[in-house]
Antibody, heavy 121, light 110 residues
Framework: QVLLQESGPGLVKPSETLSLICGVS?????????WGWIRQPPGKGLEWIGS???????YYNPSLKSRVTVSLDTSKNRFSLEMTSVTAADTAVYYC??????????????WGQGTMVTVSS | QSALTQPPSASGSPGQSVTISCTGS?????????VSWYQQHPGKAPKLLIY???KRPSGVPDRFSGSKSGNTASLTVSGLRAEDEADYYC??????????FGGGTTLTVL
């Protein structure tokens, strides 16, 4: 059973960089899927942040693209998110996820449990 | 980018059917057959219910069904049960190599 687990600081100061890691268990991240990050501000809806293909190709939400980097670490079977210049608007539960179908960008069927990140001084 | 448009709330009695809409544009919902639906209970991660407009992943009951007409996709929950009370989100592939979600609909089982 594929398991995803987010990890990283729960508190980030304004203007600093948010860094999260998604560890993947029981499945190789090199196996032909996209791997993505999605966030959900408290009491609000879902927002796609960006995704990375097993080859390293990345796609980002246009509204976040200038501040976001998603990368793979195949040696540790994990992928990561970096978001620069954060503000209070970036406070959210951050999920990592994997789509159901190989090669598909959408339809996430595997999700991490989510990690709450608060941006505050 | 603007989120796909969903009604904020929907409701129905046990055993009834409820349909939730998701309206986008020709650049997302209307332009591709890559619409998905998710169920989210409080404090939990979303669960995929429907992908590619009308397909169900293994294990999802056939009480959940999806369809699309033009720029609007729909999720129908038939035979409502108490455990169906949750938030529901639509998602769609969008131009170009982009993903969008709806604002979410809270379903109440009366």
């Amino acid at each position: 059973q594929v398991l995803l687990q987010e990890s990283g600081p729960g508190l980030v100061k304004p203007s600093e960089t948010l860094s999260l890691i998604c560890g993947v268990s029981d499945y190789s991240i090199s196996s032909g899927h996209f791997w993505g990050w999605i966030r959900q501000p408290p009491g609000k809806g879902l927002e796609w942040i960006g995704s990375i293909y097993h080859s390293g190709t990345t796609y980002y939400n246009p509204s976040l693209k200038s501040r976001v980097t998603v990368s793979l670490d195949t040696s540790k079977n994990r992928f990561s998110l970096e978001m620069t210049s954060v503000t209070a608007a970036d406070t959210a539960v951050y999920y990592c996820g994997r789509p159901l179908l190989r090669g598909s960008l959408d339809a996430f069927d595997i999700w991490g449990q989510g990690t709450m990140v608060t941006v505050s001084s | 980018q603007s989120a796909l448009t969903q009604p904020p709330s929907a409701s129905g009695s046990p055993g009834q059917s409820v349909t939730i809409s998701c309206t986008g544009s020709s650049s997302d919902v209307g332009g591709y057959n890559y619409v998905s639906w998710y169920q989210q209970h409080p404090g939990k991660a979303p669960k995929l219910l429907i992908y590619e407009v009308s397909k169900r992943p293994s294990g999802v009951p056939d009480r959940f069904s999806g369809s699309k007409s033009g720029n609007t996709a729909s999720l129908t929950v038939s035979g409502l049960r108490a455990e169906d009370e949750a938030d529901y989100y639509c998602g769609s592939y969008a131009n170009i190599n982009n993903l969008m979600f709806g604002g979410g609909t809270t379903l109440t089982v009366l």
